[in-house]
């Protein structure tokens, strides 16, 4: 579904505690995350925030009736998509699936043969949405989490050009 009145633009500095925010919100909104207590809570809602501040060039942000409903980041190699984030009130309305599908666009257009996302592995919502967009999973097993601070659970996915 796509919504009228959605754009998407680069992020700015000026942005930075709403696109942190909407980060921690679509986070903490997801059961799969959010059960590794308070104490997480408060490290993520940090990490969010420090993030958008340090990395806004690499984050492109969703406005849907010119308020923020969304990001992407290409933090790391050029051909990794590193963060999706949805408004928990925006989830369902195909902002994400807008997110992504401009950042592959973007990914293709800079000649890159390849891209690559991944997630929590029993984010069984975005896998579904990765796999709608033409991702492939490629691996699964534990990995370190820099911003959870321990090892999870994650799925890897690319998608070829």
Same mark, same amino acid.
């Given at each position: 579904m796509v919504v009228k009145d959605f754009v998407i633009r680069d992020m700015t500095a000026a942005d930075a505690d709403t696109v942190g925010r909407v980060g921690f919100e679509a986070w903490a909104a997801n059961p799969v995350l959010n059960a590794y207590g308070v104490d997480m809570m408060v490290r993520i809602r940090l990490s969010f925030r420090r993030f958008a501040q340090e990395h806004f060039s690499l984050i492109t942000i969703g406005e849907l009736g010119g308020e923020i409903a969304g990001w992407t980041a290409r933090d790391g190699a050029r051909d990794y998509i590193s963060d999706l984030w949805? !408004?928990? #009130?925006?989830?369902?309305?195909?902002?994400?699936? *807008? =997110?992504? !599908?401009? #950042? =592959?666009?973007?990914?293709?257009?800079?000649? =890159? $043969?390849? *891209?690559? +996302?991944? #997630?929590?592995? *029993?984010?069984?919502?975005? +896998?579904? =949405?990765? $796999?709608?967009?033409?991702?492939? +999973?490629v691996w699964r097993g534990m990995q370190h989490s820099p911003s959870m601070g321990m090892m999870v659970d994650k799925v890897k996915l690319q998608q070829v050009f």
């Amino acid at each position: 579904m796509v919504v009228k009145d959605f754009v998407i633009r680069d992020m700015t500095a000026a942005d930075a505690d709403t696109v942190g925010r909407v980060g921690f919100e679509a986070w903490a909104a997801n059961p799969v995350l959010n059960a590794y207590g308070v104490d997480m809570m408060v490290r993520i809602r940090l990490s969010f925030r420090r993030f958008a501040q340090e990395h806004f060039s690499l984050i492109t942000i969703g406005e849907l009736g010119g308020e923020i409903a969304g990001w992407t980041a290409r933090d790391g190699a050029r051909d990794y998509i590193s963060d999706l984030w949805v !408004s928990p #009130t925006h989830q369902g309305l195909g902002i994400g699936s *807008a =997110l992504v !599908s401009a #950042t =592959l666009r973007e990914m293709r257009s800079e000649g =890159l $043969k390849r *891209a690559r +996302i991944d #997630t929590h592995a *029993a984010n069984e919502s975005a +896998i579904r =949405l990765y $796999k709608d967009l033409g991702f492939s +999973i490629v691996w699964r097993g534990m990995q370190h989490s820099p911003s959870m601070g321990m090892m999870v659970d994650k799925v890897k996915l690319q998608q070829v050009f």
